[in-house]
């Protein structure tokens, strides 16, 4: 990948989170997806290293970067474990971000500084067991009581949500579409439940659950930004999210790519390394051009960002393009191996499972087909 397009703090950055996840997650990421272990002493670890708030201005406990850096820490742990860079990219980009976009400042004060040493959690609520791609139809409702707001309804798939302390959840505040819908801040409390973890194909360091309100009281002043704007924060926020997860799908990508060096130039067949085989050279060729090309959208749409331009086109262009490396990718190493890539000695099954998801959260691939098409084709797309 060209470093030019890297200033040096980002090269220092990358250089950090690369050296932290070869050292602390990549030795034990196989150990950790066998036993289903989220490895949380690691998360806090990052947070002592500001790898959890990436973003966040350092009055507010954060490191005080940009996106790009967002990005590249993103890959180096993705790289090493999918599963720990879901957690990562949530607590950074689904939780910090919506708060400092909508937050107020005591808000931020109170949440911000305890997220970014990783003492507590967050989770991103925006999803129901009946409303994924259309968000618009989400029925969890918030009514106003005792001063407050009282929660009932159901979520879906809530990654860091087994041990968050801290919920941006998107509830139904007046009538049905998009404009009946706000965000707020929830904690853990009565008539708040959380569901076991849902047995999924990969990502299995990462928590992911239901969650259920019957009646959860959240304070009047834990409504996030103003009401009816929950699911235009919602959105914004999924903008930047977007980019992170084409930089976990980097990372994985290349991750598929290191093992299927490493076995092509030490696995004999027919007399000498299966690196020598053009069948076993081209998919690798293939593969390394769209990882690059993968890296460039994903820091195109970053650096837009940075600079304060509309990034939500470049981010789902970022995420489609890099999110189909990931599977191509992993597909690759697994056709490298051989036999032992369908193997659980090797990691590349792993890379195939966990590479996947990348295609599906954060909107899939067709949504963001979808949100490429009316930004090229306007209303007349609708
Ligand atoms: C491991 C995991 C972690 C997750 N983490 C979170 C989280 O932390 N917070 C959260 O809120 N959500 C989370 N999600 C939810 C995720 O974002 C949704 O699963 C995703 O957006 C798709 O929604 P759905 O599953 O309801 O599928 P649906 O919306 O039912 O879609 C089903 C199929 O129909 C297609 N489709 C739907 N609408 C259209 C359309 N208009 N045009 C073309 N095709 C369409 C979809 O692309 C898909 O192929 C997570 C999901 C998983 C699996």
Redesign the pocket.
């Given at each position: 990948m060209p470093a030019t397009l890297l200033t040096d703090t980002h090269r220092e950055v990358q250089a950090l989170a690369h050296e932290f996840a070869q050292a602390e997650i990549a030795p034990h990421a196989a150990a950790w997806n066998e036993a289903h272990a989220i490895p949380l002493e690691v998360l806090r670890k990052m947070g002592e290293l500001g790898l959890l708030a990436v973003v966040v201005p350092e009055d507010l406990g954060g490191a005080g970067l940009d996106a790009t850096s967002l990005c590249l820490v993103v890959e180096e742990i993705a790289r090493a474990d999918a599963g720990t860079s879901?957690a990562v990219a949530?607590q950074n980009g689904?939780v910090a971000s919506p708060l400092l976009r909508a937050g107020n400042r005591e808000q931020q004060a109170a949440w911000l500084p305890r997220l970014a040493t990783g003492e507590i959690f967050g989770?991103?609520?925006?999803?129901?067991?009946?409303?994924?791609?259309?968000?618009a139809a989400l029925r969890t409702s918030a009514t106003e009581r005792d001063g407050g707001w009282s929660i009932s309804g159901a979520?879906?798939?809530?990654?860091?949500?087994g041990f968050a302390e801290l919920y941006v959840l998107?509830a139904r505040t007046g009538g049905p579409g998009a404009r009946g819908v706000s965000a707020f801040l929830a904690e853990r409390g009565p008539g708040f439940e959380v569901g076991p973890e849902?047995p999924?194909m990969g990502?299995h360091t990462?928590s992911?659950v239901g969650l259920s309100f019957d009646g959860l009281q959240v304070p009047a002043g834990n409504m996030l930004g103003n009401p009816g704007e929950g699911l235009k924060l919602a959105l914004a926020t999924l903008d930047g999210g977007r980019i992170t997860i084409a930089a976990q799908a980097c990372g994985i990508a290349q991750a598929a790519v290191d093992v299927a060096i490493d076995y092509a130039g030490t696995r004999v067949a027919f007399g000498g390394p299966i690196a020598r085989f053009q069948g076993i050279q081209f998919p690798l060729a293939d593969v390394a051009a769209k990882l690059d090309a993968a890296r460039l959208l994903t820091r195109h749409a970053a650096a837009l960002r940075d600079a304060g331009e509309p990034h939500g086109l470049a981010g789902a262009k970022a995420k489609l393009f890099a999110s189909s490396v990931a599977v191509q990718a992993a597909d690759m190493a697994v056709q490298t191996l051989g036999g032992y890539g369908y193997s659980a000695e090797y990691p590349a099954e792993r890379y195939y499972r966990d590479a996947k998801?990348t295609e599906?959260?954060?909107?899939?691939?067709?949504?963001q087909?979808?949100v490429i098409a009316r930004g090229l084709l306007g209303d007349s797309a609708r």
């Open positions: 879901t949530v689904l989770a991103y609520a925006l999803t129901e067991p009946d409303a994924g791609s259309d968000t979520k879906q798939w809530i990654t860091n949500g998107f849902i999924k990502l990462s992911t998801i599906i959260y954060e909107g899939t691939s067709e949504i087909r979808l």
